[in-house]
């Protein structure tokens, strides 16, 4: 499947790497290091480098507990990083925001994906996502990133994740935007119990099985932490185990901070997948 985003294309018709660039001050996983508009620029330089095929640019931690940024402050911070790196690289980029008037300033300078952690649930986003006829990725959330992790339940998480995203399908191709602009995430994190985490990647195949390219966030995520009892800095083997396991499944889009160790853990499990069984 061929992503048009704003003229670049993403090719999804094999599994590929898309590369985060935090510009922000309190991430989880970085602390705020690409925070400036330089290093912002300079970390997506090394991540094309490193072999990423598509970048991730957002202007506000999702991270648990994480305090809201305001629109405008958000269109700051992005906006500048966006441009310079569109005139300067010819990957795809993507906007990791909630909000439409971020979205419409993101696209405005060069981003060609909307990546929504919200599922284009809030005010005007829908509306926003459709007039600007580049590619959305739907996320599943229980919650908002400030409660999701306050006693996130379910009687069955892959049902319900798999209903919940099917859904938000529906109510986009309403609103005007085809099923061939549209991805899905689970949302690995995102309202979920370590144990839903784990039922959710056993099963991703369910996801996987259905007519959009699926996207996985698993990079340095506590259940990694949970499972092995490793600190945010010491999850770097536990992200290339869950995203090779994602990848054996089906999955076509793996996000990530460690780029070139997670190119090099999927096109070893390409090569596995592929690989002849008699001689």
Same mark, same amino acid.
């Given at each position: 499947?061929?992503?048009?985003?704003?003229?670049?294309?993403?090719?999804?018709?094999?599994?590929?790497? *898309? #590369?985060?660039?935090?510009?922000?001050?309190?991430?989880?996983?970085?602390?705020?290091?690409?925070?400036?508009?330089?290093?912002?620029?300079?970390? =997506? &330089?090394?991540?094309?480098?490193?072999?990423?095929? %598509?970048?991730?640019? /957002?202007?506000?931690?999702?991270?648990?507990?994480?305090?809201?940024?305001?629109?405008?402050?958000?269109?700051?911070?992005? $906006?500048?990083?966006?441009?310079?790196?569109?005139?300067?690289?010819?990957?795809?980029?993507?906007?990791?925001? *909630? +909000?439409?008037?971020? *979205?419409?300033? =993101?696209?405005? @300078?060069?981003? /060609?994906? %909307?990546?929504?952690?919200?599922?284009?649930?809030?005010? /005007?986003?829908?509306?926003?996502? $459709?007039?600007?006829?580049?590619?959305?990725?739907?996320?599943? *959330?229980?919650?908002?990133?400030?409660?999701?992790?306050?006693?996130?339940?379910?009687?069955? !998480? @892959?049902?319900? !994740?798999? $209903?919940?995203?099917?859904?938000?399908?529906?109510?986009?191709?309403?609103? #005007?935007?085809?099923?061939?602009? &549209?991805?899905?995430?689970?949302?690995? #994190?995102?309202?979920?119990?370590?144990?839903?985490?784990?039922?959710?990647?056993?099963?991703?195949?369910?996801?996987? =099985?259905?007519?959009?390219? !699926?996207?996985? /966030?698993?990079?340095?995520?506590? &259940?990694?932490?949970?499972?092995? +009892?490793?600190?945010?800095?010491?999850?770097?083997? #536990?992200?290339?185990?869950?995203?090779?396991?994602? !990848?054996?499944?089906?999955? +076509?889009?793996?996000?990530?901070?460690?780029?070139?160790?997670?190119?090099? =853990?999927? +096109?070893?499990?390409?090569?596995?997948?592929?690989?002849?069984?008699?001689?």
């Amino acid at each position: 499947m061929l992503f048009d985003c704003a003229g670049k294309s993403l090719d999804l018709s094999a599994p590929r790497i *898309m #590369g985060i660039v935090n510009v922000t001050p309190d991430s989880f996983s970085d602390g705020g290091k690409f925070f400036s508009r330089d290093a912002a620029i300079r970390q =997506a &330089i090394k991540l094309v480098e490193d072999g990423a095929d %598509i970048l991730d640019i /957002g202007g506000e931690s999702t991270r648990p507990g994480s305090t809201p940024v305001q629109e405008q402050e958000e269109i700051d911070r992005i $906006a500048p990083v966006i441009e310079a790196i569109s005139s300067e690289l010819n990957v795809p980029i993507s906007i990791d925001t *909630m +909000k439409a008037e971020v *979205m419409r300033a =993101a696209v405005a @300078v060069g981003a /060609g994906l %909307i990546n929504d952690v919200n599922a284009l649930r809030g005010e /005007g986003a829908l509306q926003a996502a $459709a007039e600007l006829k580049v590619p959305v990725c739907l996320m599943h *959330m229980q919650g908002t990133p400030q409660t999701m992790q306050k006693e996130p339940d379910y009687q069955d !998480v @892959v049902s319900e !994740v798999e $209903a919940f995203l099917l859904e938000r399908v529906s109510v986009c191709e309403q609103a #005007g935007i085809p099923a061939e602009r &549209i991805m899905l995430d689970p949302g690995f #994190g995102f309202g979920k119990r370590a144990r839903h985490n784990l039922r959710l990647m056993k099963h991703l195949s369910r996801l996987t =099985a259905l007519p959009y390219p !699926v996207l996985v /966030g698993v990079s340095r995520k506590s &259940i990694i932490g949970d499972m092995l +009892k490793v600190d945010v800095k010491e999850r770097l083997a #536990g992200s290339l185990a869950l995203a090779s396991i994602a !990848v054996w499944q089906g999955a +076509k889009l793996i996000r990530t901070h460690d780029v070139r160790e997670t190119a090099q =853990a999927v +096109k070893l499990t390409q090569h596995v997948q592929q690989v002849e069984d008699f001689d």
